[in-house]
């Protein structure tokens, strides 16, 4: 047995590729920390069918999901790397979880009620409502120490604790209580486009976001065409400069400047010259993840032998952690 921590997350297999905001906040940091702790990655497939999703291109998805968290330096025989749909027991828990979470406290979660704020409760499918149920059972299946997750999914991790003590003190301690890890706030990339809103995968148009999976020049495009603010001065300001800032909050976190030494960097320089340098840098960080997805993905019996054997791994402690579960709340085990 290892006395690391463990540590659990996933990324939804929702775009082609994975954004700058996705590897600079979440694998770029999980590859980081690898070697401390003992890891289980997933691509949270179920979760990806609250929102519509045509059923051809899902499974490519996953696929290049899983190919990004590889070549971003995950490495797939010292972690556990698999996917949600390939372990049934995380549907099979979220059952018995669902047993036991107010009807209310699920109303409550605001990544649903904002969802919804738009096209009203009838637009939503069950499905969004008990997502976070769901992302509670994938947690708690391992018994993780830790779940490195954004701001956005703080909420999430919350239920899970209150879930997790609740079915403890009821039927008995099955399950471990998991703090949520947050990243810092540099850590947060924003649109090009729109620098006030985080980068995503689901922002109107694509043109403020950066793949992983697009092109070198289509890189250097995107973030020479990022809206810059009023004014000159190359200096780091959110209020007053978000455009300026993001850039050059990007420029810290892809050279490991920091952004005193950045603003130093381009003193009295031109927006131009900070956005040619942002491009060569962020180009750099890139291409070789690009590279390694893109062999990865052309070799699928490669990645299918992943698979499966992180497919075995995960199944081994989800099942042990389900079979207590059904214990505790009283079944007839089968025999
Ligand atoms: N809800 C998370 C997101 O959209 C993805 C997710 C699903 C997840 N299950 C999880 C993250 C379990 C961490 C742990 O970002």
Known sequence: MTSQPRVLSGMQPSADSLHLGNYLGALRPWVQRQSEQENFFFVPDLH????RIEPGVLAERTRKTVAQYIAGGLDPEANVLFIQSHVPEHAELAWVLSCVTGFGE??????????TAKG???????????????????????????VPVGDDQRQHVE???????RFNSRFGEVFKVPEASIPAAGARVYDLQNPTSKMSKSSESPAGRIEILDSDKQIAKRIKSAVTDAGTEIRFDREEKPGVSNLLDI???VTGRTVA???????GKMYGHLKVAVAEA??????????????LLADPAELDRILASGREKARAVAAATLGDVYSAVGFLRAG
Do not use: C, H, W
């Not at 699920?106 to 969802?115: G, I, L, P, V, W």
């Not at 409760?121 to 947690?139: C, K, R």
């Not at 962020?282 to 062999?295: F, K, S």
């Open 159 to 165: 239920l899970t604790r209150t879930l997790a003590q």
């Open 282 to 295: 962020v180009v750099a960080e890139i291409a070789p993840v690009r590279e390694r997805a893109l062999e």
């Open 48 to 51: 990806s069918l609250t929102s």
């Open 251 to 253: 420029y810290s976190s």
């Open 261 to 267: 030494e950045a603003e130093e960097e381009f003193a």
């Open 120 to 146: 009203g409760a009838d637009q939503a499918n069950v499905g969004l409502f008990t997502y976070p149920i769901l992302m509670a059972s994938d947690i708690l299946l391992y018994k993780p120490d830790a």
């Open 106 to 115: 699920a109303s409550r979660m605001t990544q649903f009620k904002d969802k």
